[in-house]
């Protein structure tokens, strides 16, 4: 690992330690002996503004690719790209990624017409997806022929937690410390250290403090009350 890095010498030194590796998630220890991390050997890569902080891992079957007029993509320092996660930028957008996130197996990142930034100590779950764009519906027009528009950027803060499957839409900001449960799409902001559910997601308590938030208050004396009903 220590002359593993992007060049054809370096990609055949990764494979090479490959060979004495347990797959998976029991690859990562091997980020630690480069600076430049580790690059699994059939990671795909098409993006000349590509940015990798220290000691990232990037698992087996990514692929990073900027299309027509695509923006950069950044990594920082530790940041974990598992399996079959597809990072791409398209005209307008760029990604952002802070140090010490981890993305799950199979996450779709699109970054057309606006960006993704992601913070630092993440926690994505397998299967989640970010679209900062959509086609637009208007009649008369077929959907893949839409012009794409946009509410604007994807902001993810700092130590939030996504769970599976979960889906942001443009325009959304996703607070510090915030939980999003399985299968959620978030179509507008969650505050910080939010527990938000749904689809759309919904704020059904505060962590630590259930009282900051007047919506989620009233959310569980709802259901209280259901309850009391039956």
């Given at each position: 690992?220590?002359?593993?890095?992007?060049?054809?010498?370096?990609?055949?030194?990764?494979?090479?330690?490959?060979?004495?590796?347990?797959?998976?998630?029991?690859?990562?220890?091997?980020?630690?002996?480069?600076?430049?991390?580790?690059?699994?050997?059939?990671?795909?890569?098409?993006?000349?503004?590509?940015?990798?902080?220290?000691?990232?891992?990037?698992?087996?079957?990514?692929?990073?690719?900027?299309?027509?007029?695509?923006?950069?993509?950044?990594?920082?320092?530790?940041?974990?790209?598992?399996?079959?996660?597809?990072?791409q930028t398209g005209q307008g957008g760029s990604i952002t990624i802070g140090a010490d996130t981890h993305i799950h197996p199979h996450c779709q990142l699109s970054a057309y017409k606006a960006s993704?930034?992601?913070?630092?100590?993440v926690q994505i779950a397998p299967c989640c997806a970010f679209y900062p764009y959509d086609h637009g519906c208007a009649p008369g027009e077929s959907i893949v022929n839409q012009p794409l528009q946009t509410k604007g950027d994807i902001v993810i803060d700092d130590d939030a937690w996504l769970g599976y499957g979960v889906i942001v839409l443009s325009g959304v900001r996703i607070g510090k410390g915030a939980v999003i449960g399985a299968g959620s799409v978030v179509t507008q902001d969650i505050p910080d250290n939010a527990i938000a559910v749904g689809s759309p997601a919904r704020v059904v308590k505060m962590r630590g403090n259930i009282t900051a938030w007047p919506e989620a208050v009233s959310f569980i004396d709802r259901k209280q009350t259901d309850k009391r009903r039956f």
């Open positions: 690992m220590h002359y593993a890095g992007l060049g054809w010498g370096g990609r055949i030194a990764t494979r090479l330690a490959t060979w004495f590796a347990p797959p998976y998630y029991d690859r990562c220890y091997l980020a630690r002996y480069n600076f430049q991390g580790y690059i699994a050997p059939t990671v795909t890569i098409h993006n000349v503004e590509l940015r990798l902080g220290a000691n990232v891992f990037i698992g087996d079957r990514v692929v990073i690719f900027q299309h027509f007029n695509g923006g950069p993509v950044e990594l920082g320092d530790r940041v974990h790209l598992f399996d079959g996660n597809h990072i993704i930034r992601i913070g630092c100590g």
